[in-house]
């Protein structure tokens, strides 16, 4: 994991539950803005999916909602895993 995923995922962590916009995930993280069209939240949120297997099958799911930001939760006992 690079420092900016670890820095990312404790950032997460720290607001499980939360909505977090694109906005607040760039300046907690990068320290700035990162631009409309860039995907580089993007990329790191796929790459921390993949890494640290946030799947609901192990308990935590990390979505994406659309025109808003990210939400980092804990996955509903009743959960399929289908959003």
Do not use: C
């Not at 694109?22 to 939240?41: F, L, N, P």
């Not at 297997?53 to 909602?65: F, Q, W």
Request: charged residues 25%; positive net charge.
């Amino acid at each position: 994991m690079s420092p900016r995923e670890y820095e990312l995922a404790h950032f997460l962590f720290r607001n499980m539950g939360r909505l977090l916009s694109r906005d607040v995930v760039e300046q907690a993280v990068w320290g700035r803005t990162i631009g409309t069209g860039s995907r580089t939240i993007d990329t790191h949120m796929s790459r921390l999916r993949i890494k640290l297997a946030l799947r609901p099958e192990n308990g935590v799911r990390l979505t994406s909602v659309y025109s808003h930001g990210y939400r980092f939760e804990e996955a509903g006992a009743g959960d399929d895993g289908h959003a």
